[in-house]
């Protein structure tokens, strides 16, 4: 007769500690969800003292919206693309899907970023460039058109020196 009850008192002890367990799990269900719905409740919050809504205007600044699409020694500031006719295009066509970085590091022939442009037209979505697509194709190959040097020139004027033992 002991050992039914010690059982009994068993199960009602795994019983109470298995509903304990499921309380605690349905609590974080229900504050994960509230987290999906109201982000706010985070702990990590990154508050400037301002709070932005998604709808407010913040006007750029002058200074800033002078400097925007500033050309310096023949430079794009902001992209970092050849001064030249068809950068604006190019600025305006390339950049908004990925980084100037992505074109400069290129180098191709006019057929190859043709292909190149096609070939995102199939699979990435890219729009139809319609006219603007001749002067874009003409920017690129001309100022990132493949180059006959290596990673750097030749080093000339060298003098070498013997190791001594």
Known sequence: MENKEKVQNSFKQIRHLAIGIFCVFMAMAVMLLYLLVDPTLSAFKFDSGKKATTNEYVPVPESDAAD???IENGIHLRTGFVEGDGLMLVVNNC???H???LVTQNRMSKERWLAT???MQETQNLWDLGLNEEPIVNYLATYYAPTEEGRRKNLNAIEWYELED
Do not use: Y
Request: positive net charge.
């Open 68 to 70: 925007f699409d500033k």
């Open 95 to 97: 950049t908004n899907c």
């Open 99 to 101: 980084s100037a970085k």
């Open 117 to 119: 442009i096609r070939w």
